[in-house]
């Protein structure tokens, strides 16, 4: 993929905390040779100095919701219009067992004989069923999840709870879902103002994962509730090679997990940036810029789908998968060894964690659980067990540009002979996992001592990078800033550039902007 560099420069610009420069680069398609730009702008759909508005799933960055900018009141958060978050939302593990208890009377149930064919089933305990169909070789393999809001763009906790219900299926390797329903509470303490611009918000971000999961959604249910509830249901229907039992772990494999921990303490402490005396207590282990990254960094991992993971357990012969959510990596993993037909037991050595977190959770105490592994994720990653000579190439073929961006997975322990249970060592090594945010796509320049931001994401899909230059601080000296940008090879030949000034140097001239291909 070829690295383009962005120079703008800003001249005499007022600047103050409520300024900032929204450029767009519109990346449209490979330009053919008889092209001109006003055709590849038609190709594309749009006229000239149209900003495309369609989000990508390829997506690194997206812009945070603005609530002004859909006539709604300044201080309007989404997570507001709940009251419980986290494990409170959660019944107790062990109540739940013994509450489901009744559903099945033998736990460890055997593969069944159905038309002449061994279909195999799956208990209570885990979150997906999987029911033999009477048309033979044939299993239903069906989801139901819903969570409540726990981050502030509309959009966003669409997707996110669009991907928090196909975890579950491709924690069974199913990469292909048949149908989904989307279960939808819409508060009645929302205004109808309110109701009409967010609700259609996350529909249309629940809508786009799940076409980005290759399915679509066909129905479902809509009721008034006191808290928005947003949840659904994934159906597929699987060959016996399509899906993969989570029963056959064996002493020897070792445990991989695809998405870091730490996304609830991360929007909690988000959350307290606007409450004083909760702040006051983190602020000298964490920085505002350090809870920003974290929490914009929570919100992609949670919007982006375990498909690749999925697909890729088939590839490297994984033995078993769950997702961690509600219960923690350490109450999913326990509900994951029950289920083993071998007497296996799970070792966890090693925890990836957003950075920054693990230091806010200890210096929480015991509020959030992050370091003894009972901390709810929401959409969080699989916990793989896979053969030991697998594992390290499945770390490696999960960060492949082939899969999109790429991405991150951890060897975090191992599987040995035991009694169905798992637990994490008492000094777990802490793997601080830098945002990705500001790795790839966020640079800081200084002028005359203040500092100004970029974030960058790409929309590679439809070919859009935006680049937003937040709070500037700096006098009316020339500003020259350079970063770069990697595009998709199909979108990289063209490149329409536009931006304008916003805030408080609304009527300013736009910045001269230039773009060529860095070597």
């Not at 149209?50 to 960055?61: G, N, T």
């Not at 989307?182 to 309110?194: A, Q, V």
């Not at 980005?212 to 090679?241: D, M, R």
């Amino acid at each position: 993929m070829p690295l383009l560099k962005c120079e703008a420069s800003f001249k005499g610009v007022p600047v103050g905390p409520d300024a900032f420069w929204d450029c767009t680069l519109s990346c449209i398609g490979r330009r053919r040779k008889t092209e001109t730009d006003s055709g590849l702008l038609r190709r594309g759909g749009l006229s000239r100095g149209e900003r495309p508005e369609a989000f990508s799933p390829a997506m690194s960055v997206r812009e945070s919701f603005n609530p002004e900018s859909y006539d709604l009141d300044k201080n309007f958060r989404l997570t507001r219009f709940t009251e419980l978050k986290g494990t409170g939302c959660k019944v107790p593990q062990d109540v739940l067992h013994r509450l489901l208890e009744a559903l099945q009377e033998n736990h460890f149930q055997e593969d069944e004989q159905f038309l002449g064919a061994v279909m195999p089933r799956l208990g209570i305990g885990m979150d997906t069923c999987v029911i033999p169909l009477r048309h033979g070789g044939l299993s239903l393999v069906q989801t139901t999840d819903y969570i409540y809001p726990i981050v502030d763009d509309p959009y966003m906790m669409g997707r996110i709870a669009c991907a928090n219900v196909l975890s579950d299926l491709y924690a069974m390797g199913v990469t292909e879902c048949d149908n989904m329903l989307m279960l939808l509470g819409i508060s009645n303490k929302l205004s109808d103002k309110e109701r009409d611009k967010v609700m259609p918000l996350v529909i249309q971000g629940f809508k786009d994962a799940s076409e980005e999961a290759g399915t679509s959604v066909t129905g479902g249910q809509t009721v008034l509730n006191p808290w928005i509830v947003l949840g659904g249901v994934a159906t597929a229907v699987c060959q016996p090679n399509e899906f993969i039992m989570p029963d056959n772990a064996v002493p020897g494999d070792v445990l991989v997990l695809t998405k870091p921990l730490g996304t609830q303490v991360a929007v909690a402490v988000h959350q307290w940036l606007d409450i004083p005396e909760k702040w006051n207590k983190i602020k000298l282990v964490v920085t505002q810029e350090d809870v920003e990254l974290a929490y914009q960094e929570a919100m992609m991992n949670m919007a982006r789908l375990n498909r690749t993971a999925a697909g890729l357990m088939h590839t490297f012969n994984a033995h078993a998968a769950t997702d961690i959510t509600g219960f923690g990596i350490l109450g999913h993993a326990q509900n994951l060894a029950r289920q083993q037909r071998s007497e296996v037991s799970f070792v966890i050595h090693n925890l990836p964690v957003l950075a920054k977190m693990a230091a806010v959770s200890k210096a929480c105490g015991n509020m959030f659980g992050l370091m003894h592994g009972t901390c709810p994720e929401t959409s969080g990653g699989l916990l793989i067990c896979l053969p030991r000579e697998q594992a390290a190439r499945f770390c490696a073929e999960i960060k492949s540009p082939k899969y999109g961006e790429g991405h991150q997975a951890w060897i975090i322990g191992i599987v040995e002979k035991g009694n169905r249970t798992a637990r994490i060592i008492d000094k777990p090594r802490i793997i601080e996992v830098a945002p990705q945010i500001a790795t790839q796509n966020t640079v800081t320049v200084s002028v005359n001592g203040a500092g100004f931001r970029f974030l960058l994401w790409c929309r590679t899909c439809c070919g859009v990078a935006i680049v937003v230059l937040r709070n500037p601080r700096a006098g009316k000296d020339a500003v020259t800033a350079s970063f770069g940008l990697i595009v998709s090879e199909r979108c990289s030949d063209f490149m329409e550039v536009s931006g304008e000034f916003c805030g408080a140097a609304r009527n300013q001239p736009t910045p001269a902007v230039k773009l060529t291909e860095a070597g």
